[in-house]
């Protein structure tokens, strides 16, 4: 059986973020056995893919080294990627049957792809109790979903933040999904090309910071598209020497997620 590491949401390699993507499966294997090779492959996420009689569609799951999560954006780009351009997927649109977030679909665009993902716009919330100590910054506005938002006042906070991972892991706040999640976000920089900056630390989730999260962009593009006050926006993730570049549209209850991803490694299984 064989697996790819694959750079999601890069144009080149070695940026973005790397996911692992294990050729699909006939019957899903034990979760024990995937929580396994999870933590082996050590990457933010590994990606399961479950064969269907049609062959545009597939059942999907992703693990980090600690945790089963419900939905997973770079994990996902990863995944069409490996079916377009290592399985030879002759489609234009797959879909994705996943157990909490839906049905996920992801378009081959000439260069790269678009997913159309659930939006999940956050409410405003009061800072939680420690967190300015634990991120080493006071954020401006913190906004909650199914992950914290901490809103801050510019970008050169954002990329400068060194927070205290063990502080920040019990922190929950009044996000749905958890405790230890955290997006952080400001403006970028008049001139930079992109709208927000962004970083994801997720000491919560077993990954202390993830290079490029799809799934917090869900939060976030309704969140700024409000503020900015247009639908569509380029975000920058700033992930000390990788980055990740997306492109977002929020439409109603969805948001499309625009990236490329290159694979980096092909290897084979022998367990």
Request: net charge negative; aromatic share 8%.
């Amino acid at each position: 059986m064989r697996q790819w590491t694959i750079d999601a949401f890069a144009s080149a390699p070695f940026r973005g973020n790397p996911a692992c993507v294990v050729e699909p499966f006939a019957a899903w294997p034990d979760d024990g056995w995937m929580h396994s090779l999870a933590a082996e492959n050590n990457q933010a996420e590994t990606a399961f893919l479950l064969k269907t009689e049609d062959p545009a569609r597939f059942g999907l799951r992703w693990r980090t080294p600690k945790v089963e999560v419900p939905l997973c954006g770079h994990a996902t780009l990863a995944s069409a990627h490996a079916l377009f351009a290592e399985l030879g997927a002759q489609t234009d649109l797959l879909t994705f049957v996943t157990r909490q977030s839906g049905e996920l679909t992801v378009r081959r665009l000439d260069g790269g792809f678009e997913m159309d993902f659930p939006a999940q716009p956050p409410h405003r919330t009061d800072v939680p109790a420690g967190l300015a100590e634990a991120l080493g910054a006071q954020p401006d506005e913190v906004w909650a979903g199914p992950y914290l938002v901490a809103v801050f006042k510019d970008e050169a906070t954002v990329r400068n933040l060194t927070p205290d991972l063990a502080a920040l892991e019990p922190i929950a706040g009044e996000a749905s999904g958890g405790r230890g999640n955290i997006s952080v976000a400001a403006l970028a920089d008049a001139g930079s090309g992109f709208d927000v900056v962004s970083r994801f630390f997720a000491p919560g989730s077993g990954i202390p910071e993830d290079p490029a999260t799809g799934s917090a962009h869900c939060i976030l593009a309704p969140l700024f598209a409000q503020k900015l006050g247009r639908p569509a926006l380029k975000f920058f993730q700033a992930y000390p020497g990788r980055g990740a570049e997306l492109d977002c549209e929020h439409r109603g209850d969805r948001v499309l997620l625009r990236g490329r991803a290159v694979t980096v490694v092909e290897s084979v299984l022998r367990v």
